[in-house]
């Protein structure tokens, strides 16, 4: 028999290592929460205080053009999260899904481009440039095919 005093089990807040998930599970999601987090007070610390892991899922919920508001304020230890999660598939790095997350950060601004590449792992910064960039010595006579169409920094 139930008296007055004691409370249903639906009454009791939840407690436990999964009551962080359910608050944010039944949180806003995707513009709500990206909107509520850069119209708080201090938005630079809301965004600060999120995983790598709640900026990619935030990011990927409303893509990148929309995002973009939320990657001016994510850390670069943030960024380069979103990049492990959407690079690596075991041990190789595949630089493919890291483009969007770069012509977004370009968006932004140079700086903070150069702030996140920056702060990158020394090793990401090499795998994406050994990826994309084709170095020639032309003291040794080295240099692209005559009938190549890519860009040429001397």
């Not at 639906?10 to 999964?18: K, Q």
């Not at 230890?77 to 012509?103: N, R, S, Y």
Request: net charge negative; proline share 8%.
């Amino acid at each position: 028999m139930r008296t007055n005093d004691t409370p249903m089990p639906s009454d009791i807040p939840p407690s436990g290592p999964l009551a962080r998930l359910r608050a944010q599970l039944a949180g806003p999601r995707g513009y709500k929460r990206i909107d509520a987090l850069l119209s708080s007070d201090d938005a630079v610390a809301e965004i600060a205080a999120l995983s790598p892991t709640e900026v990619f899922e935030l990011v990927h919920e409303v893509g990148f053009e929309d995002g973009q508001a939320l990657l001016e304020y994510a850390t670069p230890a943030q960024i380069q999260g979103c990049f492990d999660l959407d690079g690596w598939t075991a041990d190789h790095l595949d630089v493919a899904p890291l483009k969007p997350w770069l012509a977004a950060l370009m968006e932004v601004g140079f700086e903070k481009v150069g702030e996140v590449w920056r702060d990158l792992d020394a090793e990401l910064r090499a795998l994406i440039l050994q990826k994309q960039v084709k170095v020639y010595d032309t003291t040794l006579n080295e240099g692209p095919d005559e009938d190549s169409d890519a860009a040429i920094m001397p």
